[in-house]
C-alpha cells in the first residue's frame, strides 16, 4: 500500500545526528518493515535544532520504500509567537500548491497540530475520498487560552476564532482520530463534535528500545564513574529532561534538604537544559545530594538507570500533562524503574492500577520525601515496582508492538 504521513515538528530519517525517533519515523519504519511504500511530507525547518533543512521543496529518498518530501517555510526562534503562526501559513500554502497533481496515496495519517496544515490535508484527502486519520497531541487551539489571564480569555477566545473553525474541520474531515491516550482522545472527540468511535484509537508515544553501541555504554559508564556516580549500592533518583517551568523542582529540593537532615544516603541526579537551568542550580546549590548535569544523550541515560533505583517526573498538575503519558513516563518504565510523579490522571491511574510507582503532592497524598524514605526503608517493594514497571512496558508500550497495531489500524482503513 502508498502511505503518506504528514508531521511537522519532528525529526526526521534525513538528519544527522542519530535523533531520536518520534510519531512519524516510527510508524514509518513500522510501515516499510511491513512492505508499505511510505512518503513523509514535513517541514524544510528543523524544529528542534531552529534550522533549514533546505530552502526550497525537496524530496530525498532514504530507501526503496521510502522517501521524504520537504515543504518550505520562514522557520521562527521562538515557540511561542508571530514567527511560528507565519511559519505555520506559509508551509499550509505551500503544501496546497505541492499537492496539485500528485498522484493519490492508499491511505494518510496527519499529525496534530499544526491546524493550518492538517486542515489542508484532510481537506484535500476527503474531497478524493481517501482515508485519513488525524493523530491529536495538543489541546490545539484550546491551549494558548490558557496562555493568558483569565479576564482576557473571553476576547483572545475570538481572536482565535479561525483556529476553533479550522481545528474543528480538520477532525470533522477525518476518517478517525488516534492519540496518546484515552483523555486525549475523548477530547478530540468532544471537539469534533462526536463520540469516540470505531476508527478512533489510542496508541502511545513510546519509542524504540536500545540501539547504543556497546563501546557508546561503555564510554559512558566510565564518564559516570569520573562524575562519581558509581555503580554501587548507593540510592539514586534520576530525571532527565527539560528544566523548564513545567516541572516543579523545588519540591525535589526541599525534599533533598530534609532527607540531608534526616542524614539519609539518598541522591537525586538531575540531568537536562532549559530556561530554568540557573534557577535550578540555584535552588540546588547548598545541596550535596542533587547532583545538577547538562543535557546527556542516550547512552550516558541507560547506565545512569543502572545507578539509579527510580526515576522522578515532577510535572505541574496543568490539564496538558494530567490528561497524556508523557515520555518521561514510558521512558522510565521501559528502564525498569519506578516511577515517582506529582501528576494527577492518566499517569496516577497507570501508577495505581498496575503497581509501577508511588504519587506525591498535598495532603492526604504524601509527600515527595515520605515516598523516598519509603522505598528506602522497604527494598522489597522498590524491587517489586521495578520488576512490575518493566512487565508492563513490555506487555503494552514496546515499540514494535505500538506501531505494529497502528500499521494495522491505518491499512484497515482502506477500503
Known amino acids: 500500500m502508498h502511505v503518506w504521513i504528514l508531521q511537522t515538528g519532528e525529526p526526521l530519517h534525513c538528519d544527522a ?11 514509518a519504519n513500522a510501515l516499510v518493515e511491513r512492505g508499505h511504500y511510505v512518503v513523509i511530507w514535513s517541514s524544510a525547518f528543523y524544529h528542534q535544532e531552529k ?7 525537496t524530496t530525498i529518498k532514504i530507501s526503496n520504500l521510502l522517501e521524504i518530501r520537504l515543504i518550505p517555510s520562514c522557520g521562527y526562534d521562538r515557540n511561542v509567537g508571530i514567527e511560528r503562526l507565519k511559519d505555520h501559513f506559509q508551509m499550509a ?5 505541492a499537492l496539485v497533481d500528485q498522484s493519490h496515496p492508499d491511505v494518510v495519517f496527519v499529525g496534530y497540530p499544526p491546524i493550518e496544515t492538517a486542515t489542508v490535508m484532510t481537506r484535500w484527502s476527503r474531497q478524493r475520498g481517501i482515508p485519513i486519520v488525524v493523530d491529536v497531541k495538543d489541546q490545539w487551539p484550546h491551549y494558548f487560552l ?12 475570538i481572536l482565535l476564532a479561525p483556529y476553533f473553525y479550522l481545528g474543528r474541520r480538520a477532525l470533522r474531515d477525518a476518517s478517525g482520530l488516534t492519540s496518546m491516550s484515552k483523555s486525549f482522545l475523548e477530547w478530540a472527540a468532544e471537539f469534533r463534535g462526536s463520540p469516540v468511535g470505531p476508527n478512533d484509537a489510542i496508541f502511545a508515544l513510546t519509542a524504540p528500545g536500545s540501539q547504543c553501541l556497546e563501546a557508546d555504554l561503555i564510554d559512558a559508564s566510565r564518564w559516570w564513574d569520573d562524575q562519581g556516580v558509581k555503580l554501587d549500592s548507593k540510592f539514586r533518583i534520576m530525571f532527565v529532561g527539560s528544566f523548564a517551568s513545567s516541572f516543579d523542582f523545588a519540591a525535589i529540593t526541599a525534599a533533598a534538604r530534609k532527607l540531608l537532615a534526616l542524614n539519609l544516603e539518598i541522591e537525586f541526579v538531575l540531568c537536562g537544559d532549559g530556561q530554568d537551568a540557573t534557577k535550578l542550580r540555584e535552588l540546588a546549590g547548598d545541596l550535596s545530594n542533587v547532583r545538577v548535569f547538562e543535557w546527556i544523550d542516550r547512552p550516558k541515560i541507560e547506565t545512569l538507570a543502572k545507578r539509579c533505583v527510580a526515576m522522578i517526573a515532577p510535572y505541574r498538575n496543568v490539564e496538558n500533562f494530567t490528561m497524556n503519558l508523557p515520555n518521561k513516563i514510558l521512558d522510565g518504565l521501559s528502564l525498569g524503574l519506578p516511577i515517582l510523579t506529582s501528576l494527577n490522571g492518566e499517569v496516577e491511574r497507570l501508577i495505581i492500577e498496575h503497581s509501577v510507582g508511588m504519587r506525591y503532592g498535598e495532603p492526604p497524598s504524601p509527600c515527595l520525601t515520605d515516598c523516598v524514605i519509603r522505598l528506602y526503608q522497604d527494598r522489597d517493594l522498590l524491587e517489586s515496582l521495578s520488576s512490575k514497571a518493566k512487565a508492563l512496558y513490555e506487555r503494552e508500550f514496546r515499540n514494535d508492538y505500538v506501531y505494529g497495531r497502528m500499521s494495522h489500524f491505518l491499512i484497515g482503513l482502506i477500503k
Open 93 to 97: 500554502r505551500n503544501l496546497k500548491t
Open 51 to 57: 534550522m533549514h533543512r533546505s530552502q526550497s521543496q
Open 146 to 157: 490558557g496562555a493568558v489571564p483569565f479576564f482576557v480569555r473571553p476576547l483572545f477566545r
Open 17 to 27: 545526528g542519530n535523533p531520536r525517533p518520534m510519531r512519524a519515523m516510527n510508524l
